[in-house]
Structures are given as structure tokens and as C-alpha cells.
């Protein structure tokens, strides 16, 4: 017995050491990363490499008291929570059509859907452009949202299909046999079982709205709409050249709310990826 306690012990440390080292290596590049935000320019543009690199806080000073850090972050904030709002919205219903129900051009729906992530964005940039323009939209918030739900809106309502064709039909005859109606059973009983599939959809359809650049740099055309993608643009030209350190806290900035997020709901992301992998 005593035996077997040891051998399970060693098997644990040799596991943990496994996946500390792994760990590790995949957040080498972040803390590099981090490191060059945290560097003097000098040292970052020498041709001599520096092994130990001296801290200094001139970028983080910078883009605080030079930029406006604090609203590229809250505009950031508001337009991918606001999309990732309006695309859950319109998603969940659409998916419920596309899963549950039988018409003519079901399948042809769904494709036309899932097609339009598929189009190049630069097609239909300047119509968009002189839409927000007519609509008094430009340089705001609300443009970014509905333009990054838009452009998100067919992923999250393929993905959120595919997870509720495999709840059992079973379940809603049941609960259409006590009388509950579509309604109803789309609320209490369909979206709490696919709940980690729409948590899934929702941080995927958050990481593509802060990777989005050229509709945030169209519509975007002063600071009362920069977000966090623009603000890097920012530090690339200019008279003082390319501020790499700035880039690099920047880029660590942006990286860090998306981090935080797929940490905390980590065990219903990893359940949402496992879901609806066979059907759809």
C-alpha cells in the first residue's frame, strides 16, 4: 500500500512538471513580451542583444500621460461587450430556427448565413462607410458595436446550431406535452444545456472584435472612438519612428482581458469546444 502511495506520488510531481514546463513555454512569448514594454527604447534598438534588460516605466508613462490609454480601453470595452450582447440576441433565436425547426430553405438559410463570414472584407467597406455616414453613425460607439456584431453574428449562430442539434428532441416533447410553449422551452430548458456551447461562441466572437482593424479604422476617425487595435497604429509612424516598448505594453494590455476571461470560465470553454464537434 505504501508502495503504491509513493508510485502515485511520483506519477503526480512528474505530471505537474510536465505541465509547469509547458505552461511555461507557451507564456515565455507574453512575459518576453512584457519585457520589452518594460524596457528603455535604447535597448530594444541596439544591434547588441541585452540578456539582462534593464526596467524602466518610460512607455508605461506614456501612454497614459501622452494618450489617452484609459478611453482607447473603455471604447474597446463597451463596443466588444455591446456586440457580443447583440450577437447573442439575434444568435440564439436564429439557431433555435436553424436546429429545430423544418421549412423550406432551412439548409440554404443556414449556408447563406455561415457565407457571409466568408466574404472579403475590403468588398463592402466603403458601402459600409457611407452607411454609418448617412445613418450619423460615424466616430461612435454604437457604429463599432453593430459593425462588429455584424461581422461576428454568422459564427456565433453556426456555433451555437451545432450545439443545440445535439440536445435530445425527447426533452421538448416532454415539455411540450406539459403544455410549456417555444418560448418557454428556449429559455428554461434549451439555453441552460447549451449554455457552455453560447459561452464558447461568445469568447470567440470577443477575441475576432478586438482583432478587427480596418472597419474600427474606417469608422473610427478620432479619439472618441480609437480602441485598443487603433491605439497600436499609433505608435508605428510618425516623427519618433516605431515605438516598439509602447507597442509591446500595448499589445500586453489588450492581451490581458481576453486572458482573464477564458482563465475564469475555463471549464465551461472547455466543455463549449467538446460540444457539437460531431453534428452540425
Not at 508605461?60 to 461587450?81: E, T
Not at 466616430?139 to 449562430?157: E, G, H, K, P
Not at 477575441?207 to 472618441?224: G, H, P, Q, R
Amino acid at each position: 500500500m505504501a508502495s503504491q502511495r509513493r508510485k502515485r506520488g511520483q506519477n503526480r510531481v512528474v505530471r505537474y512538471l510536465i505541465l509547469g514546463s509547458w505552461a511555461l513555454f507557451c507564456l515565455v512569448p507574453v512575459i518576453w513580451f512584457l519585457s520589452i514594454g518594460l524596457r528603455p527604447r535604447t535597448e530594444i534598438i541596439t544591434p547588441q542583444p541585452i540578456y539582462v534588460p534593464t526596467l524602466s516605466l518610460d512607455a508605461w508613462n506614456m501612454i497614459w500621460s501622452d494618450w489617452p490609454m484609459g478611453s482607447y480601453l473603455r471604447n474597446s470595452v463597451l463596443a466588444i461587450v455591446g456586440s457580443v450582447a447583440i450577437d447573442l440576441v439575434l444568435a440564439i433565436p436564429a439557431a433555435y430556427s436553424l436546429s429545430r425547426y423544418t421549412y423550406r430553405g432551412r439548409e440554404d438559410i443556414g449556408f447563406y448565413i455561415l457565407s457571409t463570414r466568408m466574404m472579403a472584407p475590403a468588398i463592402v467597406a466603403i458601402p459600409i462607410f457611407f452607411l454609418f455616414r448617412n445613418m450619423g453613425l460615424l466616430d461612435t460607439i454604437w457604429a463599432l458595436m453593430l459593425i462588429y456584431a455584424a461581422i461576428n453574428l454568422s459564427v456565433v449562430t453556426w456555433i451555437i446550431r451545432s450545439y443545440m442539434m445535439d440536445i435530445p428532441q425527447e426533452l421538448e416533447d416532454a415539455a411540450r406535452t406539459d403544455g410549456a410553449s417555444d418560448l418557454r422551452i428556449l429559455w428554461e430548458i434549451i439555453i441552460p444545456a447549451v449554455l457552455p456551447g453560447i459561452i464558447t461562441a461568445a469568447v470567440i466572437a470577443m477575441i475576432f472584435a478586438i482583432n478587427e482593424f480596418l472597419f474600427t479604422l474606417l469608422i473610427a476617425s478620432t479619439k472618441n472612438a480609437y480602441t485598443m487595435s487603433v491605439a497600436l497604429a499609433n505608435f508605428t509612424g510618425g516623427s519618433d519612428g516605431v515605438i516598439y516598448n509602447a507597442i509591446a505594453l500595448v499589445a500586453f494590455l489588450a492581451f490581458v482581458p481576453i486572458f482573464v476571461v477564458v482563465v475564469a470560465i475555463q471549464k465551461h470553454l472547455s466543455r463549449g469546444l467538446t460540444m457539437g464537434a460531431v453534428k452540425g
